[in-house]
RNA sequence: GCCCACGUAGCUCAGUCGGCAGAGCGCGUCCUUGGUAAGGACGAGGUCAGCAGUUCAAUCCUGCUCGUGGGCUCCA
């Protein structure tokens, strides 16, 4: 018989494998990296019968490496294995449930004696290199149900007779290594010979299936990669994010921290870090004001009767804080809309003044669970940058355009990665269907008119109406939900917000509930990653510090610090009896963008040295020219003119 | 809430197999007046997270409490 592998046409015989039909195909290198077979969007253990689909000519066969994608995956797989036959050689009475290969590593549930510990790592990594240089093969067994249950009866492996019982087939199919037997789909690297470069990183408890009524299992995460020198890069990687990580930088610019015993997952911005605040908050509210938006506020408290009027008392009860004020009950915001509305609520409108687009950074209040704290980026106490927009139905895709719009303009601004996503109606669902399908629509539509990707999130919506969420990637590569946008139909009819139509009639407007950065604590915690706290020029806390030689130019420095202030720029001296030396050092340190050296040459000159934030000098400069520069270099793309926060 | 690890000076971390608590950075004073990532000397600074137990003696061993970090819907 006759198949193409690669472009190459050759002949194999009936039943022969996939390893040799490639043997046939490929040079002797290629065929050493291949592990697996890939048949249309199948893939095949190397040993096994080349499919009847390929020797018919409806799918074509090609080889999977090692290093591809695939190829880790199934070498994590592969991985996960071996580790488990360790573990149950070093500890002979634990239990296997499952080990996936997950996105850049693997797991495996185990139910141990006792659960096990990092210090349990060295005996067990020894024991996966045994396996890996013994280069035992994975053999593939296809075996009926009952003989699969009788089999890990007879180990007592009761987890795997659990999930053979679920499994649907007549038969199931066993892999084993060397006295391990595992159940598993496969398929797998042909032999242990590939786990070159493992290692394991982590022990965590998982409740077996992530059920927490289930029993607690002890899971430990590794990861392999093709290579050692893979491996290594991947760990320098995790030792990079480690080193951005917003709480670390956080304390060393000095720009907040927690008081974890006298307000958990609330934050205490240092003068350096609410500088930084306030600029990105200036900077939101002009763009909102050139954008239609027009500033409100409301109360950080408003009678429980008023939440209990909008729902949130029902279904957000236990998220809340609650306090008394003279025998009234009254609830902490934990949201913006309420006062929104009653602004709205308070005159009769018409038709005419639609849409009305209020926004407010608005600090909310939400009671979040104490194990899920975690930095700026998951806060109990934060703010958003909130607006609802309240339209007419037929305004609503515009409006949705210009609220797409500003995310995609704000994340751009950022250089961030991000991804939208429509949520459409779940299960649970309040308002008509017609009423779904008319917001849903225009949600797509905006998207479409706009030619940005988006995914369909099928059922993910909230009840009281469709969303489209922006998800941004920080350091570690986790993905946090900041924009939200969220059609509402509940509250306005709750709350009987209305407009007089061009008819005469009373009209039910529309409501959308929008956050871009979602919230400013989040927002600002990716930032510091994002960039390494080496914040861009217009929103650094010091943009640019002036070092002296000596204490002879100290008063040189002064004036001309003085002058930058009087341009608009952040800027201070370094008047310390330090080494020039050292003030460089502690001004790289603390990833202040410009630093101006003031010497006997410039004290005669008349300029300052720059040096840059990278390292780079750029000789001397005459102060306007210097201001000049800086101003220049801390001006938005999208807001030309006068953007650049001043001190006055 | 549950599993694992951790909690020592403002920060980063040593340390004691139970016997007066250590370093570097930072901070203060003084000397030094220097040219693009750390000049020098001296000094201040700790209820070794808290509580209880074992012990002649506990920062160290045991238990509990509080807090922090990682993980707990990636399914043979």
Redesign the pocket.
Known sequence: MNIVIEGKSIEIAAGSSCAEAFKAALSGKAFKACVAARAGEDLLDLSSPVPSAVLDGHQSLSPVTLDSPEGLELLRHSTAHVMACAVQRLFPKTKV???????KGF?YDFDAV??????DFPAIETEMRHIAKAALPFARREVSKEE?IRFFEAKGESY?VE??RE?E?D????YELAEFT????GPHLPHSGFVKAAKL???????W????KNK?L??I?GTAFADEADLQKYLHQLEEARRR?H??LG??LDLFD?H??VA??MVFWHPKGMLVRTILEDFLRKEHLKRGYELVQGPQLLRRELWEKSGHYDNYRENMYFTEIEGDAYGVKPMNCLSHMLIYGRTLRSYRELPVRYAELGVVHRHE???????LLRVRQFTQDDAHIICRPDQLEDEIIGVISLVRDLFNLFGFNYRLGVATRPEKYIGTPEAWERATTALIKALERLDLPFVINEGDGAFYGPKIDGRVTDS?D?EWQCSTIQCDFTLPERFDLCYIGQDGERHRPVMVHRAILGSLERFIGILIEHCAGAFPVWLAPVQARI??????HDETALRARDFLQRQGLRAEADL???????K???A??EKIPY?L????????SGEV???LRG?E?LG?MSLEATAARILADSDQPFTQGGMHYRFS
């Open positions: 449930t499952i080990g996936p290969a997950i996105d797991y006792r659960p096990f510990s990092v210090e699969a795997k999930i053979i499994i087939a038969t199931v199919s066993l595992d159940l598993c789909r990183l982590s022990v965590a408890g998982a409740y299936r992530g059920n927490e607690m002890s899971r995460y990580d709480r670390k304390r060393e927690f974890e015993d958990p997952g669970m104490s194990g899920v704290l975690h930095g570690l986790r070092v002296t030689v000596t204490e002879r310390r009896n330090e080494k020039l030396g050292y460089v050092r502690a790289q340190l630093v050296v003031i010497g006997d040459k410039e004290l005669e040295n720059i040096r390292g000098t001397s």
